[in-house]
């Protein structure tokens, strides 16, 4: 079983940054693509990010690509997302899990990290 713990978020000013973490537990073998996604109210959620499970591949969405850097650390089991640039249209709670949609399935989700981008 697989938990992912999701930590990081906060209130930010538009223009600032934060680095989000994503701790997985319970697979210390055989590292996947992970990704980043977001979910704001009302709306559905969307991918933000992905990285190979080597970390010398990433896939950002166009809107935040230039912004965000997603990194891992197979070593400690964790995804990060550097945040620069913020806007208020990126407040959302923001998600990691596996890259592939049915393992993610498997995986479920964890509780997720709020962002909060004020103007």
């Known amino acids: 079983q697989v938990q992912l713990v999701e930590s990081g978020g906060g209130l930010v000013q538009a223009g600032g940054s934060l680095r989000l973490s994503c701790a997985a537990s319970g697979r210390t073998y055989d590292p996947l693509a992970m990704g980043w996604s977001r979910q704001a109210p009302g709306k559905e959620r969307e991918f933000v990010a992905a990285i190979n499970r080597y970390g010398d591949g990433t896939a950002y969405a166009k809107s935040v690509k230039g912004r965000f850097t997603i990194s891992r650390d197979n070593a400690k089991n964790t995804v990060y997302l550097q945040m620069n640039s913020l806007k208020p249209e990126d407040t959302a709670v923001y998600y990691c899990?596996?890259?592939?949609?049915?393992?993610?399935?498997?995986w479920g989700w964890g509780q997720g990290t709020q962002v909060t981008v004020s103007s």
């Open positions: 899990n596996a890259a592939s949609p049915s393992i993610a399935t498997m």
